[in-house]
């Protein structure tokens, strides 16, 4: 099991000194539970999943204005800009809680229910700080050229990893939950021979199994994009990261580069 502390490094708080006065907070909610859902409601208060991700944006005070991550929604995990006199949230259904888990328990994290629960809240916490990350840019009106979706899994990825002792492990749990949905999604899209196809099979390919492939193709790309940060922030705790997705010297040397000039992007633009 990997370690449980969650300190806040004094980094976050160092640049809070610096940082403009954003008058925007993050607050919680959560929905009342159905009979299925009450323990993941549960799990969601008790471990403070939320109240971590809100006290480091919080303490980061990069918001212009509120934000409330809304757990137990229907829809989502989505962000919603605020509207007709409701602020900005976060919607986050119980139900996506228990979809991590059943995907963690298919791929054997069932060693312990505590090997489980931290996998699960890991993905969890990732995915906060993803939604958070859609808040940040759009409030901030902070351009994507490289697409948007990308842009805050890298957000939330250097977040964690700034601002918790062990926040490259929860990057990496969150990761590896992409990770198995692209290894199913491989086995549910039907490919007669087991190889992928060319572009011309998938002009010719029924819409949905083409749907799924695209779909496997960026739970991969997730994986492997969060991968090459956590490795590049720390190559010798994470050198097995290079052997898993086979990083040549130079690619393992580009994902160092890559974390240090990301990482100063991002603090540099939520410090103004
Ligand atoms: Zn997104």
């Given at each position: ?5 969650r ?16 008058a ?18 549960e ?9 971590d ?8 005070n ?15 995990p ?18 996506f809680?228990?979809?991590l ?16 629960e ?10 906060l ?5 859609h808040?940040?840019i759009?409030?901030?009106g ?15 990825t ?17 990761a ?9 999604e491989?086995?549910?899209s ?38 090459c ?8 705790r ?6 898993d997705i086979q ?19 991002w ?6």
């Amino acid at each position: 099991m990997r370690p449980v502390t969650r300190t806040l490094l004094l980094l976050t708080l160092l640049l809070a000194l610096h940082s403009p006065a954003h008058a925007g907070t993050v607050t919680l909610a959560y929905e009342p539970a159905s009979r299925e859902d009450v323990h993941i409601a549960e799990m969601l208060i008790e471990s403070h999943v939320g109240d971590d991700a809100a006290r480091v944006i919080n303490v980061l005070n990069c918001l212009p204005r509120n934000v409330v991550i809304r757990f137990g929604t229907e829809e989502g995990p989505q962000y919603a800009p605020a509207m007709k006199g409701r602020p900005a949230e976060i919607h986050f259904p119980y139900t996506f809680v228990a979809e991590l888990q059943r995907i963690f328990t298919r791929n054997g994290y069932t060693d312990s229910p505590q090997t489980l629960e931290r996998a699960t809240l890991d993905a969890v916490q990732h995915t906060l700080f993803h939604e958070l990350g859609h808040a940040i840019i759009s409030m901030r009106g902070i351009p994507t050229d490289g697409g948007e979706e990308d842009a805050v899994d890298s957000l939330a990825t250097i977040l964690l990893i700034e601002s918790f002792e062990n926040g490259g492990d929860i990057a990496l749990n969150a990761a590896d939950a992409f990770s198995y949905l692209a290894s199913e999604e491989e086995l549910e899209s039907a490919i007669p021979d087991g190889t992928m196809p060319s572009d011309d099979d998938r002009a010719t390919m029924q819409p949905n199994i083409a749907a799924a492939l695209d779909e496997h193709s960026l739970n991969v790309h997730r994986y492997e994009a969060i991968a090459c940060l956590i490795y590049g922030s720390n190559p010798e705790r994470y050198s097995f990261i290079a052997e898993d997705i086979q990083l040549s010297p130079q690619d393992a040397a580009n994902c160092v580069d890559n974390y240090t000039r990301q990482s100063e992007y991002w603090f540099s633009l939520l410090q103004h």
